[in-house]
């Protein structure tokens, strides 16, 4: 029972230990990105991870109780809510960000960006080639 109780407090801290890694990663990023759409990925994505790692840290601290499945759903809840409106925001950001231009490539039709996707991967295909005969 004793090895049982120091490997759930090892798991529970390592996954504390990767939450709070994730976090200062997400400090890193909202600060020193220049372009807000990077500075949002950047807090969007530590944030669902970060707070899903801490999270499962302290359920392992805790045990099978209610208060676990409690923090489960909480995992879950920002698993589905932080994507979405993330997504929103940068939606946002695009529509009403007149000087979108001066940070992203932006394509007026969706047939262009298909035509240059299809171009460059037919290059890629044809250096293969090369590759393979030399």
Request: charged content about 20%; proline content about 1%.
């Amino acid at each position: 029972m004793q090895i049982f109780e120091i490997v759930r407090l090892a798991v529970g801290t390592g996954l504390l230990l990767c939450g709070l890694g994730i976090f200062l990663m997400e400090l890193y990023g909202a600060f020193h990105f220049d372009y807000v759409l990077n500075r949002m990925h950047a807090a969007a994505m530590g944030d669902t991870l970060g707070i899903s790692f801490s999270l499962i840290g302290l359920m392992v601290f805790n045990g099978l109780t209610f208060t676990t499945m409690k923090l489960a759903l909480i995992v879950i809840f920002f698993w589905i809510a932080s994507p979405i409106s993330s997504h929103m925001l940068a939606r946002l950001e695009v529509t009403t960000n007149d000087n979108l231009r001066q940070h992203c490539e932006v394509y007026e039709e969706l047939s262009a960006l298909e035509e240059e996707l299809a171009r460059k991967e037919e290059e890629e295909r044809a250096k293969e080639r090369e590759g393979r005969l030399s």
